[in-house]
């Protein structure tokens, strides 16, 4: 079992490894290493939830070209980008930039957590009140009939929500 | 009240499944807006389909707006919109140039013998470079360019009678508004 697991994990770690291999004459190793990493940072814009390193799209296939040429005329990452993103929208950016239109994408997730913690805790404080005033009630209920017995548990958080 | 707030809850997240799903109904979904707009149309000089020695520049076309069709004989979609084109070419009021993409000139020019020709003028952009840098990524597209070449509107995808009433042709009216 173990070892099929294993396997399993490998395999899937296989999978992410995989691009799609164009003959491309890189000069060095870690000039297609920076190639690899580059091209995956960036959406294939004809299939959208591919990256362009390893879509086989025929528009992908060009952009590689492109991003390649534009690594031999010694552009930067931050030139590169620039380029695809002058044409093709920030979309192109798997990792968006923080500006003005991705407010929503990179705080989103903050601002429903706050509210959801802020539920939590009303929904905690109410009870809490209810608990101590039930409690109250039952002291001086069983202080003034002085009786033992207690017929509903007084206890309940349950009970009003 | 407070036993409400469950089902309120549920209501909510009924109503933003419901949100969602119109949503994805009425919005293309492969539909990115081109950082194009307003701004100048792409410097290019293509040869043309019918005369290869012959270039057409940005600046040729400068002086009167036009709407550039980007197409290809291998894209299915373009065979979609080409009656629609044949239909509306001659009403638009504005020169409908074609961008022949990443394709085969002798096979566009079959393409075209074969189903009309809708456009005044028709450059070839053999290796992609030009539809790069208009950011096509899906034949067909069509861009709108005013007299001072600034792409005023981009359509993605096929062009059809419902879309041009309803979109094209308010852009090519609100053209003739912005220039004297």
Redesign the interface.
Known sequence: MKRALLVFILLIAGLHAAFAIDPLPFTDRAEEVRFQNLTRQLRC??C?NQDLADSEA??AK??RR?VFQMMQAGKTDDEIKQYL?????I?VLYDPPLQAGTWLLWFGPFAFLALGAFIVVRILR?RQDQWGQTRLINANETANHNSGSIESDPIDPEE?? | M??LLPFIGFVLVVALLIFGLRWNRTHD??W?????IDKPA?EFTLPLLYDSTKTVSRQDLLGQPYLLNVFGSWCVTCQDEHPVLMAHAKKFGVRLIGMDW?DDPDTAKRWLAQFGNPYDTILVDA??KAG????V??APETFLVDAQGVVRYKHIGNLTPENIERELKPAIAQLGKVQP
Do not use: A, C, E
């Open positions: 814009l004809v959208q025929d528009l060009d952009l492109q993103v002058s044409r093709y929208n979309f109410k009003d929500w | 407070s036993r979904m492969n990115v807006p081109s950082p194009l792409p990443k290796d992609g790069i840098d208009f950011g990524y899906g």
